[in-house]
C-alpha cells in the first residue's frame, strides 16, 4: 500500500533564511506532485517530478525527485512572506496513473 | 474558461439530512475525483470518475454517492448526513494528456 509522509508537518521560519521540506513515499511510483493551499483556499499545482533526478524550480521554490530513495524535496530559498501557505506532495500510483496518494502537507509561516 | 466550479461554497446540515454537491469543469477533462480535507488527515479520495458513464471507490466511501452525469459533471451525494462528515469537499479534474489535477474552490459542509 503506497503511504506518502511529509516532514516537518509544521514549519515556522524567518524571512530570508531557507529551509526544506521532505516527502517520503513507500512503494514505486513513476510521477510525485507539489500543491500549494492557501488558507481557505483551493490547492494550486505547483510542480510534477516524472523521472529520477528530475529537477524544477519556479521563484524561491525548487523540486527534486530521487526515485531510487523515494524521496522528494521542496527548498525554500530566502524565504518571503508571501511564501507562507501549507504545501502537499502527493504520489501517482504506479499502474493507476489517476489516483494520487497525498501527504498531510506542511504548514509553513514565515516570519518577518 | 472558469475551470473547476463547485456548489455551494458553504452548507450547513442537520444530522440525516441529505443533500447534493455540485461539479463542473470546462476543460473537457475525462477524469474528475471527489475529496474530503479534515484538519490533520491531509485530503482522502473519496470517489472518482475516469470517464464518463464510469465511477470508482476511493479511500473513504462509506456514506456517499456519486453521479457523473456527462462528461462536465460529476455530482457527490450525502443521503443521510452524520456530523462525521463535517469538512471541506474538493473537486478536481484532469485531462488525459495532461499529469495535474486541477482543484475546485472548494465546498465547506457542516453536519450538526
Known amino acids: 500500500e503506497l503511504k506518502v509522509e511529509q516532514n516537518p508537518l509544521f514549519l515556522s521560519m524567518q524571512e530570508g533564511k531557507n529551509y526544506t521540506i521532505y516527502c517520503n513515499y513507500s512503494?514505486?511510483?513513476?510521477?510525485l506532485y507539489w500543491y500549494r493551499q492557501d488558507p481557505g483556499k483551493s490547492l494550486e499545482s505547483l510542480f510534477v517530478?516524472?523521472?529520477n533526478g528530475a529537477v524544477k524550480q519556479e521563484g524561491r521554490l525548487m523540486a527534486s525527485l530521487d526515485t531510487k530513495a523515494r524521496l522528494s524535496t521542496l527548498h525554500i530559498t530566502a524565504a518571503v512572506h508571501d511564501l507562507s501557505a501549507t504545501y502537499f506532495c502527493?504520489?501517482?500510483?504506479?499502474?493507476?496513473?489517476?489516483?494520487?496518494?497525498w501527504g498531510l502537507g506542511t504548514s509553513l509561516a514565515v516570519n518577518p | 474558461n472558469a475551470g473547476v466550479t463547485q456548489t455551494p461554497k458553504f452548507q450547513v446540515l442537520k444530522t440525516g439530512q441529505s443533500m447534493t454537491l455540485q461539479c463542473a469543469q470546462d476543460?473537457?477533462?475525462?477524469?474528475m475525483y471527489w475529496y474530503r480535507q479534515d484538519p490533520g488527515m491531509g485530503l482522502r479520495l473519496i470517489y472518482y470518475s475516469a470517464s464518463e458513464g464510469t465511477t470508482d471507490k476511493g479511500e473513504v466511501p462509506n456514506g456517499y454517492n456519486v453521479s457523473r452525469l456527462n462528461k462536465r459533471e460529476f455530482s457527490l451525494r450525502l443521503e443521510s448526513a452524520a456530523p462525521s462528515q463535517t469538512s471541506v469537499y474538493f473537486c478536481?479534474?484532469?485531462?488525459?494528456?495532461?499529469?495535474?489535477?486541477?482543484f475546485g474552490p472548494g465546498t465547506r459542509l457542516t453536519v450538526t
Open positions: 512503494t514505486t511510483s513513476d510521477r
Open positions: 517530478l516524472l523521472s
Open positions: 478536481a479534474s484532469k485531462g488525459d494528456s495532461s499529469y495535474e489535477q486541477y
Open positions: 502527493a504520489v501517482g500510483n504506479a499502474g493507476n496513473n489517476r489516483k494520487l496518494i
Open positions: 476543460m473537457n477533462h475525462n477524469s
